[in-house]
């Protein structure tokens, strides 16, 4: 089994900053691209940031020199700090990875993590 568990998420006021960490673990061989996608209410899930195993970065246009991605692929974890926080950043978080486990590879996705940004 893989799982990806995130963390960090919480209520911020506008200008602020989080920082949201998503570890992988289980039977993991190889981790690829990892990465952080949100979705507000009454929205789709939308791209965020992602981040390859080579460490080049994808950004969308709302978060770019706001957010910034990184990853520790020893400890198969990747981090999104979030500076100069808006109010429209308010969505559930949600990691995701593309992992070669010892049967198979796939994309997986964690359990989302809510980032309220509010005065």
């Known amino acids: 089994q893989v799982q990806l568990v995130e963390s960090g998420g919480g209520l911020v006021q506008p200008g602020g900053s989080l920082r949201l960490s998503c570890a992988a673990s289980?039977?993991?061989?190889?981790?690829?691209?990892m990465g952080w996608y949100r979705q507000a209410p009454g929205k789709q899930r939308e791209l965020v940031i992602t981040?390859?195993?080579?460490?080049?970065?994808n950004y969308a246009d709302s978060v770019k020199g706001r957010f910034t991605i990184s990853r520790d692929n020893a400890k198969n974890t990747v981090y999104l700090q979030m500076n100069s926080l808006l109010p429209e950043d308010t969505a559930f978080y949600y990691c995701?990875?593309?992992?070669?486990?010892?049967?198979?590879?796939?994309?997986?996705w964690g359990q989302g993590t809510q980032v309220t940004v509010s005065s």
């Open positions: 995701n990875a593309d992992i070669r486990s010892s049967w198979t590879r796939r994309v997986y």
């Open positions: 981040i390859t195993s080579g460490g080049s970065t």
């Open positions: 289980g039977s993991i061989l190889s981790i690829y691209t």
